[in-house]
């Protein structure tokens, strides 16, 4: 059987984890669940224990960020000798069988680097809002087209999706050097991972017979406070660190964005656009170096 382990991040997640790990059902691979706990304020840890005993549980004393939490899990699974790592959200709600799925695409394409169901609303009735904005005809081609044909394939290529819920091969992540980059914290590192796939001639993919639910609905598609806040700042790193442009191309589209939010009266935002290639450039180097070598920072 295949082994894979299912490695969860979670954080103050106590009104979602029953029913993320109770509806996580795989009865044709060898899984194991990794549960990474950023140091939650609320039940979560103890309802983990309590009532989820064949879940190994890592109990963080400080918060990791979602990045340096999925990198703890995926040491531990490349350490036991699992063949795949399924990363998923602790606001999901899973289907059977989901990830063997999942891997009966990707034996099809060995070119495949990431696979990642349909992120549905709450309830099931619709597409997740901001899963939906993911695909257009630019970002995942034929996707549309096929639907509406009613001859819709296996799978999608497709430029983005979020990291709520995606499968990935132990050898891929180590081709790339590791799994996600210590330049991000929390947001930004799956964008930026899927650019290290992309440089690597990999593809990330979307299975429209695959399904989760996502249960962000509540928050009518917006991203939480901390994004708001830092979305500046999260966007300056993920131009700068993709290693598909060159840093002098990078640098151009930098300046674009700093320029744009000149335009709309965001001077403090656009003179930090303006200054970090020129005040971080030895950092951005080194990290742009790393994701093209064995071992990325």
């Known amino acids: 059987m295949r082994k894979v382990f ?5 954080y103050n997640g106590e009104k979602w984890i029953r029913e993320c790990l109770s509806t996580i059902n795989e009865t044709q691979i060898q899984l194991e669940i990794v549960i990474v706990d950023n140091n939650s304020s609320d039940e979560t840890v103890k309802i ?7 879940v190994r549980l890592i109990a963080s004393k400080k918060n990791l960020g979602f990045g340096g939490a999925n990198n703890l899990g995926y040491n531990l699974a490349f350490e036991n000798g699992a063949e795949f790592i399924y990363l998923l959200n602790q606001d999901t709600i899973s289907y059977p069988e989901s990830i063997c799925n999942l891997i009966r695409i990707m034996d099809n394409d060995h070119v495949v680097g990431v696979a990642s169901p349909m992120h549905l609303n709450d309830h099931g009735t619709r597409l997740d809002k901001k899963f939906e904005q993911y695909i257009t005809a630019a970002s995942c081609p034929n996707y549309i ?7 819709r394939r296996s799978y999608y290529e497709i430029g983005f999706v979020n990291a709520a819920a995606w499968l990935i091969k132990v050898e891929v992540v180590n081709e790339l050097g590791g799994l996600f980059s210590s330049a991000f914290y929390h947001y930004g590192e799956d964008s930026n991972f899927l650019s290290r796939i992309r440089y690597h001639k990999k593809k990330c993919i979307i299975v429209p017979d695959v399904y989760i ?5 509540e928050r009518g598609g917006k991203m939480s406070p901390e994004f708001e806040k830092r979305i500046i700042s999260i966007k300056k ?6 290693i598909n442009v060159s840093f002098k ?19 403090k935002s656009g003179l930090e656009l303006l200054f970090y290639p020129i005040l971080s450039m030895k950092r951005i180097k080194t990290f742009r170096s790393s994701y093209r070598s064995s071992k990325i920072i």
Do not use: W
């Not at 299912?6 to 979670?10: E, L, M, P, Y």
């Not at 983990?48 to 064949?54: L, M, V």
């Not at 191309?249 to 320029?259: D, F, N």
């Open 145 to 151: 087209s096929d639907l509406s044909l009613k001859k």
């Open 213 to 217: 639910h996502h249960l962000r609905e």
């Open 6 to 10: 299912c490695i969860i991040v979670t």
């Open 48 to 54: 983990i224990q309590d009532e989820f005993p064949d």
């Open 237 to 242: 790193v993920e131009i700068m660190m993709n």
């Open 249 to 267: 191309k990078s640098v151009s589209i930098l300046y674009k964005y700093a320029g744009q939010q000149f335009f709309k009266g965001n001077i």
